[in-house]
C-alpha cells in the first residue's frame, strides 16, 4: 500500500487575521449591531401610536448621531485590542484602494467595483478587520465624492456589516479554488442586495408625503407599511441594487483569484501575529539547565516570537 503524501497529512496552516477580536470588541460589536438594527427597522419595531413614530422625520438624525458615536467606539475598541501597525498599514492601503475604486461607474447601473474588494479582504484577513476596514472606506469615499450627509453612519455600519460577513464564511483555511470563488459570489450577490435593502430603510422614512403610496406613514399599521416598504424597493432601487449584486459576481470570478492570492500572500509577509521581542541583558544566566545559551553578542538582538 502507497503511503499518502506528506502534504496529504500535514495539517492545514492556522488561519492568520490581522484583527484578533478580544471579549471587549465582541461586545461592541454586538451592542453596536444591536442597536443598528434598532435604527433600521424602528419603523417596523414602534408601535404606531408611540412617540417614535410621532416624530418620524426627527427619528433618522437622531440614529444618524448615536451610530457615527457607536462605530467610533467600536473601531477604537478593536484598535486597542489588537490592531498593530502592520495591520494600520494594511487598512490605509486597501480603504484608500476601495475609496477609489467607488466613483469608477458611479451613476451607471450601480456598478460599484468596491464591494468585490471587501468580500475578498474580508475572507482573507478577518471579520474584526473587515468590520474596520468597510466603516473606513466608506467614510474615505464619502469624503472623496463629497457624499457626506445623515446617511453616512448608516452607510458606514451596513458596509462594516458587509464586510465582516465575508470573515465569518465557513472554510477559510481548507475551502480553495473555484469552491471558495462560488461561496464568495453568492456572498457577494446576497449582501449587496441586502445592503441596498438596508440602506432603503434609512431613507424611506424621509420621504414623508412626498409619494403617499409608497413612503412610512406613522400612523399604519405594520403590515401596511412594509407593503409600501416593498413597493418603495421595487419602484427606486431594485435596478440598481441587481447592478451591483452582478457587478460584484462579475468581478469576483475574474478578478478573485489573483486578489486573493495578493491578500494572502501579503498577510503572510506581514505576519501579523507575530511580535517582536527582545530579550533581557543577562537572560542567558536565567536559563534552563542544559539548554544552549545565545551566541556571543547576540543577548540584546530582537527575537521573532
Not at 59 to 65: I, N, S, T
Not at 153 to 181: D, I
Not at 195 to 216: D, R
Request: proline share 9%.
Amino acid at each position: 500500500m502507497t503511503p499518502p503524501p506528506p502534504s496529504a497529512l500535514a495539517p492545514a496552516a492556522p488561519r492568520v487575521r490581522a484583527v484578533r477580536l478580544g471579549p471587549r470588541s465582541v461586545a461592541a460589536l454586538v451592542l453596536v449591531t444591536a442597536v443598528g438594527v434598532i435604527a433600521f427597522g424602528w419603523p417596523f419595531l414602534a408601535p404606531p401610536a408611540s412617540g417614535l413614530s410621532a416624530h418620524a422625520q426627527d427619528a433618522p438624525w437622531l440614529f444618524a448621531g448615536l451610530l457615527i458615536l457607536l462605530v467610533a467606539v467600536v473601531a477604537a475598541t478593536i484598535s486597542e485590542s489588537d490592531l498593530g501597525p502592520k495591520a494600520v498599514a494594511m487598512l490605509g492601503v486597501l480603504a484608500a484602494t476601495g475609496a477609489a475604486l467607488r466613483p469608477i461607474g458611479a451613476g451607471t447601473a450601480g456598478i460599484e467595483p468596491m464591494f468585490f474588494l471587501l468580500v475578498l479582504s474580508g475572507r482573507v484577513l478577518g471579520p474584526g478587520f473587515g468590520f474596520t476596514l468597510g466603516s473606513v472606506t466608506m467614510f474615505a469615499s464619502a469624503l472623496l465624492t463629497g457624499g457626506v450627509g445623515p446617511w453616512l453612519p448608516f452607510q458606514m455600519l451596513s458596509m462594516g456589516w458587509f464586510a465582516m460577513g465575508a470573515g465569518l464564511l465557513p472554510g477559510p483555511v481548507r475551502l480553495r479554488g473555484r469552491a471558495e470563488l462560488l461561496l464568495l459570489a453568492g456572498y457577494g450577490f446576497l449582501a449587496s442586495l441586502a445592503y441596498g435593502t438596508v440602506m432603503n430603510l434609512a431613507g424611506w422614512p424621509f420621504m414623508g408625503a412626498t409619494a403617499s403610496g409608497i413612503s412610512f406613514h406613522p400612523g399604519a399599521s405594520v403590515a401596511a407599511n412594509l407593503a409600501r416598504f416593498v413597493a418603495y424597493c421595487l419602484a427606486t432601487s431594485l435596478g440598481w441594487d441587481l447592478g451591483r449584486a452582478l457587478c460584484t459576481v462579475v468581478l469576483t470570478f475574474a478578478l478573485g483569484p489573483a486578489v486573493l492570492r495578493a491578500l494572502r500572500r501579503a498577510t503572510r509577509r506581514a505576519a501579523f501575529e507575530t511580535a517582536v521581542v527582545f530579550d533581557a541583558p543577562g537572560s542567558a544566566e536565567r536559563r534552563e539547565p542544559g539548554t544552549a545559551g545565545p551566541a556571543a553578542g547576540a543577548s540584546d538582538a530582537p527575537t521573532l516570537r
